[in-house]
């Protein structure tokens, strides 16, 4: 029985991580740069970025790319998660229809 315990509380500590992990990666990662007129979201929208692949292309494709070389791919394609999950980009398309 007290092994079980543990293991609720480490699957619940693991949980809870990943989902604090998950919930900024933009503002860690991406806004000491990325802010007002430059934010990510803003950029996103404006080069028809839709989801992580396509961030992750255009971050690497850019002309900017050595600004991005010390972001992972896996930064990158989290970051476009946070984004798109969150809607922010979608309501901006929905608006310009
Ligand atoms: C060291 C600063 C810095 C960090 C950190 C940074 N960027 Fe950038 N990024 C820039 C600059 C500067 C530009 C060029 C902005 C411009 O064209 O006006 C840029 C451009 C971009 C572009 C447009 C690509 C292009 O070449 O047109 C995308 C997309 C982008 N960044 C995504 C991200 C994402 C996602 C993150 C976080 C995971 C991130 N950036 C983190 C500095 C940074």
Same mark, same amino acid.
């Given at each position: 029985?007290?092994?079980?315990?543990?293991? %609720?509380?480490? %699957?619940?500590?693991?949980?809870?991580?990943?989902?604090?992990?998950?919930?900024? %990666? %933009?503002?860690?990662?991406?806004?000491?740069?990325? @802010?007002?007129?430059?934010?990510?979201?803003?950029?996103?929208? @404006?080069?028809?970025?839709?989801?992580?692949?396509?961030?992750?292309?255009?971050?690497?494709?850019?002309?900017?790319?050595?600004?991005?070389?010390?972001?992972?791919?896996?930064?990158?394609?989290?970051?476009?998660?946070?984004?798109?999950?969150?809607?922010?980009? @979608?309501?901006?398309?929905?608006?310009?229809?």
């Amino acid at each position: 029985m007290k092994k079980f315990g543990m293991i %609720v509380i480490a %699957v619940l500590t693991i949980f809870a991580f990943s989902l604090s992990a998950s919930a900024g %990666v %933009v503002d860690d990662k991406c806004a000491k740069c990325h @802010k007002g007129d430059k934010a990510v979201d803003k950029i996103a929208a @404006k080069n028809g970025i839709k989801d992580g692949d396509a961030l992750l292309k255009a971050v690497r494709g850019g002309s900017k790319a050595g600004l991005h070389k010390n972001l992972s791919d896996e930064d990158i394609k989290a970051s476009g998660a946070e984004l798109f999950k969150a809607g922010k980009t @979608k309501k901006k398309a929905a608006e310009g229809c």
